[in-house]
């Protein structure tokens, strides 16, 4: 085993680009999501009515509506039918998520993410097995089992249990029972499935992951001829088996995280001291063949 991957996953970034650029879109992230919430719940608590509504649908400053198209399609197949401006606001969604990537919603919206990423920090400190890891594909059956529940029952099924829509309930009329549900999925990550709930069972990931799948902005490995195998992005990663097709690729091979299990949440680019990865766009396949001017960690060390 190297040296570096012995090391303590970003310490070496830390060391290398400075503590902000190790963990910027970590924080971009958390600001984001905090900033999502706090828009919804500036009316319920500060009377600020920017933004009236919840995730499943909203409309601001009285003008824009917006509303999430899962919600949209299990009403559908429920068989309500609902007005037009639930269609015009689930068309703007599916365009924004079509062209940043389905899944970015995950890691920069959904306020569950924190959740499960507090779990999976505390999972790591107390060196716990990884657990039971169902298949990723799981989270297709859940999606086509929430359509078809909604479909049998003439109800938005997934609404009455949905983490996402519950904690938000919970946050403006009191966290009774959303507590419960939280705390479950917290539990079942640290203690049942290491990245179980995001990575392999929620069917909301799965229906953005398929909005996403053509999406324009991506994470590339451009600069993976500098990769020095500290394997700290697959360390860091929540969906790792994106990244071996493009960092591990063979010459003449893209890149591009193509994946739409990716999240885009950043942390590869955060985490990586040689600065392999970087966003870009789907259509850039440049990979840039400049080896690193840093030293190595040999070469400091000689020095």
Not at 41 to 59: D, E, K
Not at 112 to 126: E, M, Q
Request: glycine fraction near 8%.
């Amino acid at each position: 085993m190297k040296a570096k991957t012995a090391m303590p996953v970003g310490v070496e970034a830390i060391r290398t680009k400075g503590w902000w650029l190790a963990h910027r879109f970590q924080v971009l992230r958390r600001l984001s999501q905090a900033g999502f919430l706090m828009l919804f719940l500036l009316g319920p608590w500060f009377g600020i009515w920017w933004v009236v509504g919840t995730l499943a649908g909203s409309r601001t400053f009285g003008l824009l509506p917006l509303t999430d198209p899962l919600v949209l399609t299990q009403s559908v197949v429920a068989g309500h039918w609902p007005e037009l401006t639930a269609f015009t606001g689930a068309a703007i969604v599916l365009a924004v998520y079509a062209l940043v990537g389905g899944r970015v919603y995950c890691s920069w919206v959904c306020p569950i993410n924190p959740v499960t990423d507090a779990a999976y920090w505390l999972h790591n400190r107390l060196g716990l097995q990884k657990g039971w890891q169902p298949k990723r594909q799981t989270r297709l059956w859940a999606l086509g089992a929430v359509l078809a529940v909604s479909t049998l029952t003439g109800t938005i099924a997934w609404e009455m249990v949905n983490p996402i829509t519950i904690l938000h309930r919970g946050l403006i009329f009191g966290l009774g029972f959303a507590w419960a549900l939280v705390a479950l999925v917290f539990v079942f990550d640290l203690l049942v499935s290491r990245r179980g709930w995001c990575g392999h069972l929620c069917p909301v990931g799965a229906f953005y992951g398929l909005i996403g799948q053509k999406s324009l902005l991506r994470v590339s490995a451009t600069r993976r001829n500098t990769c020095d195998d500290c394997m700290d992005c697959f360390a860091i990663c929540p969906e790792n088996q994106v990244i071996s097709p493009a960092l591990r690729g063979r010459e003449g091979e893209t890149p591009l995280i193509l994946s739409p299990d990716c999240t885009n949440c950043g942390r590869c680019i955060d985490v990586c001291s040689v600065d392999v990865f970087a966003f870009t766009h789907r259509f850039d396949h440049r990979v840039d063949d400049t080896k690193d001017p840093r030293p190595t960690e040999a070469a400091r060390k000689a020095v």
